[in-house]
């Protein structure tokens, strides 16, 4: 019998970053899912994909490009897929679509050229390319010959998980990454309907976040220990998500305690939050734009006559000479704030100054509310920060004197729970293929769907 298609993996097989995937059909047409870029230890000289971000796999027979959203281990090797010659169709949903040409840009200057030239010959050709397509819409793609839909992930704002339907009837299912459901902002992620093979997200397959309900009031007891001694409190996040999150989070605390002391000679609605990151202050102003994709509760919070992304007591840092300033009066003054900037993992981005300049500083508090991966400075300074120990940054050696805290719940991913409702709740599945997430993870999760086929290793 000949198999109909065939799925290869380009990337997050063995590691959470690098995601590309290819699905190819009996007539040797075949297309892409994401086009990520490989991150931490995955790229360091002894991973597995030493300094490359190579697109390394033939491409001929690729006919379109799918995104399922725009992070960066999801979209970031695209300049390197258009280098290698690609020029198909490029489908995401509206709001991906809006988003990818910041993230694209934003990847070039960081791994590859300043050159506005280049900059903009690579964004007007992904923007030509670009086929924005609504969630729950089927479309038809001529090569390969099949349709597809976009179904809400619930994992930043554009996430999708994509149904491949093909002309032989299978349908394959792309889970991208998954969302958590009770997400501030977003809608909950759609239920699946079947999968004839799923490749599914793994992230947290061994693990339970800890409770969401109670996160924000968590949130408000850590910030309240943090600015009890005064000094920053530095959080590192992911520019679209994470912090869009973050902000919605802090607005509701303000509002609702903002009679109430926060510390000696603080209430909290003297509570100063700076956000010190370009592009997360791009994607927060986008995110605001594209407020008819938000939750219910975001919206009711409008028509409060709230602004969850926009409140008074932020401060949105844009040029450079600022953020200097403002890390050099928060190093002699010591007054609490709240500063939230990127990276998330702490690889780089305007975080790398403020860690170089407080970590050093008992007062200094780093609260970590994202998944940190094997070989970041952000997961260095998660082991070693509690230990007395110290954190290589740019080449810099910093030792942490700062008190270093984790904040559970705030993931942006399924748990090991929600991962197997999301294949439970299904009419049917029957070959799941574990990615994006490391050994551990995909191991237990196998073990907790040993009713289903399930492959660990792709
Ligand atoms: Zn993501
Ligand atoms: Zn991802």
Known sequence: MDVPFTIYHHGARDGVTGSCHELTLANGRGLLVDIGLFQGAETASDGAHAGVQTV??????IDALILTHCHIDHVGRLPWLLTAGFRGPIYCTRATALLLPMVIEDALKVGVTHNRGLIDAVLNTVKRL?????YDQWTELSSPALKLRFRQAGHILGSAYVELDLNSGERVVFSGDLGCKNS????DP???????????ESTYGDRNHENRAQRQQRLRAVIEHCVSDRGTVLIPAFSIGRTQELLYELEDIIHQCRGDKLAEGL???DMVVILDSPMAAQFTKEYRAMRDLWDAEAKQRLSDNRHPLNFERLHVVNTHAEHQRIINYLKQSGDPCIVIAASGMCTGGRMMNYLKALLPDP??????VGYQAEGTPGRAIQAYGPRGGYVDLDDERVWIKAEIHTLGGYSAHADQQELI???RGADYVNDIRLVHGDEKAKHALAATLSDYQVSEKV
């Open 190 to 200: 759609t239920p699946l309907e079947r999968a004839d093979v799923l490749v599914l």
């Open 56 to 61: 390394d796999f033939p491409i001929g027979h």
């Open 267 to 269: 209430r909290w609605s």
């Open 421 to 423: 409702e999301f294949v």
């Open 130 to 134: 670009l086929v924005p397509v609504d």
């Open 184 to 187: 501030p902002l977003l809608p």
């Open 363 to 368: 007062r200094t508090d780093v609260l970590f």
